[in-house]
């Protein structure tokens, strides 16, 4: 495995201490406890911490009873939380350029709270699948990512071949075969203000999601959200300020239905809460919205590339990128999601208009099935091997 680079930190002369409980190659630790026993107190677990010792509008029962904790014991805590089953995704390995390295250890997978990723939204991301041991159209998701870092003004801690074999090492790493790698570029940890002048360094730092299976397909329920689109400056950037498409995704749950669709300013089809949206026109055309006020999705890219084999053996009579109104789209052959997450995602209901037939979509069901052949045998341009 190739060396990884030091941290920018310590790179530029600042003091990097790794962890006191850690050697620097970051070894993992022994047996979880199923408790931890501060100074001087009673064992101690996460779920009593966050139920019995709390009222019903949520404060301490007494102030007075927070300890105040060394690193050791914090480390110890953080080992009881992992051990709490309060997760619900395995995550596999951590590279944090922070510590200038990776860790397998979940508890050790943190990052500063004065990092104004997470104070100020100063941060953007993005996410590559792992299939059978193979990274899945990395190089277009790496290059959005250096965009949407130079919109947002991030500057690079390491150059582009270096951030990419970053990646692959932590997917090496971590020994997962199938899952997910998600990064995030931040203008760094340094202070509480809102201009990022007082951060010495940009950080980076990706994670590797286990995901044993993909979902399978089936048709869902959307409806028209009510929360305001981002306006095109920031949608186009894949930032961490994703808020609204939380509150979109959230709204569309209370509703019965899977997530929102977005319409922009003129009232046009715009996208789903993190994924794009794309129609079958009663002419058998594959029709997806402008790109221009929207996050540029690869997955769509990519299904819109592998769509010309429909259109070779006339199940389509063409690919078309232009505005959608509501009204056609309802009134479509078929409807689907399209982003990375679910691949593609049949969409048989919208509001309370059925979409089709109500049931799968043919289109839909054969796209999803080119991805799905394309992630496990595509060309070496969209699978990159990784060296376990």
Same mark, same amino acid.
């Given at each position: 495995m190739a060396h990884l680079p030091a941290s920018p930190a310590a790179a530029a002369g600042y003091r990097v201490s790794p962890s006191p409980r850690s050697s620097p190659?970051?070894?993992?630790?022994?047996?979880?406890?199923?408790?931890?026993?501060?100074? %001087?107190?009673?064992?101690?677990?996460?779920?009593?911490?966050?139920?019995?010792?709390?009222?019903?509008?949520?404060?301490?029962?007494?102030?007075?009873?927070?300890?105040i904790l060394s690193f050791s014991e914090v480390a110890e805590r953080l080992d009881t939380f992992q051990a709490s089953d309060a997760r619900n995704q395995n995550y596999m390995a951590m590279y944090s350029s922070i510590f200038g390295g990776i860790t397998t250890d979940p508890s050790a997978m943190v990052i500063p709270i004065d990092d104004h990723m997470v104070h100020r939204g100063h941060g953007v991301f993005d996410t590559a699948a792992i299939m059978d041991g193979h990274l899945y159209e990395l190089e277009q998701h790496l290059?959005?990512?250096?965009?949407?870092?130079?919109?947002?003004?991030?500057a690079l801690p390491f150059d582009r071949s270096t951030i990419r074999s970053i990646l692959i090492?932590?997917?090496?790493?971590?020994?997962?075969?199938?899952?997910?790698?998600?990064?995030?570029?931040?203008?760094?940890?340094?202070?509480?203000?809102?201009?990022?002048? %007082?951060?010495?360094?940009?950080?980076?730092?990706?994670?590797?999601?286990?995901?044993?299976?993909?979902?399978?397909?089936?048709?869902?329920?959307?409806?028209?959200?009510?929360?305001?689109?981002?306006?095109?400056?920031?949608?186009?950037?894949?930032?961490?300020?994703?808020?609204?498409?939380?509150?979109?995704?959230?709204? %569309?749950?209370?509703?019965?239905?899977?997530?929102?669709?977005?319409?922009?300013?003129?009232?046009?089809?715009?996208? %789903?809460?993190?994924?794009?949206?794309?129609?079958?026109?009663?002419?058998?055309?594959?029709?997806?919205?402008?790109?221009?006020?929207?996050?540029s999705g690869c997955t769509v890219k990519r299904v819109m590339t592998l769509a010309e084999q429909l259109v070779a053996d006339g199940r389509l009579?063409?690919?078309?990128?232009?505005?959608?109104?509501?009204?056609?789209?309802?009134?479509?052959?078929?409807?689907?999601?399209?982003?990375?997450?679910?691949?593609?995602?049949?969409?048989?209901?919208?509001?309370?208009q059925i979409i089709g037939s109500g049931k799968e979509g043919p289109i839909a069901r054969a796209l999803y099935d080119l991805i799905l052949e394309d992630m496990r045998s595509g060309p070496p341009s969209v699978r990159i091997p990784v060296p376990y």
């Open positions: 190659s970051l070894p993992q630790r022994k047996a979880v406890p199923s408790s931890c026993r501060a100074a %001087g107190s009673s064992s101690w677990s996460w779920r009593a911490a966050t139920s019995s010792n709390r009222t019903e509008a949520g404060t301490i029962v007494n102030p007075n009873d927070v300890p290059d959005r990512f250096l965009r949407s870092a130079l919109m947002a003004k991030i090492q932590t997917v090496s790493a971590s020994k997962c075969t199938q899952g997910s790698l998600r990064y995030w570029l931040s203008v760094g940890p340094g202070d509480f203000q809102l201009s990022s002048s %007082g951060c010495a360094n940009s950080a980076l730092y990706a994670i590797v999601i286990e995901s044993p299976s993909l979902q399978v397909p089936a048709g869902c329920k959307v409806v028209t959200s009510s929360i305001p689109i981002k306006s095109p400056q920031f949608a186009v950037m894949k930032s961490v300020n994703y808020l609204p498409n939380v509150l979109m995704k959230v709204e %569309g749950e209370e509703n019965g239905a899977f997530t929102g669709i977005w319409l922009d300013d003129e009232g046009f089809v715009a996208e %789903g809460s993190n994924m794009n949206v794309g129609f079958v026109t009663k002419s058998k055309e594959l029709l997806m919205p402008r790109f221009d006020k929207i996050l009579s063409g690919i078309i990128s232009r505005n959608v109104s509501v009204q056609e789209g309802k009134v479509a052959n078929e409807m689907m999601l399209i982003g990375s997450g679910i691949i593609v995602k049949s969409v048989v209901q919208w509001d309370d």
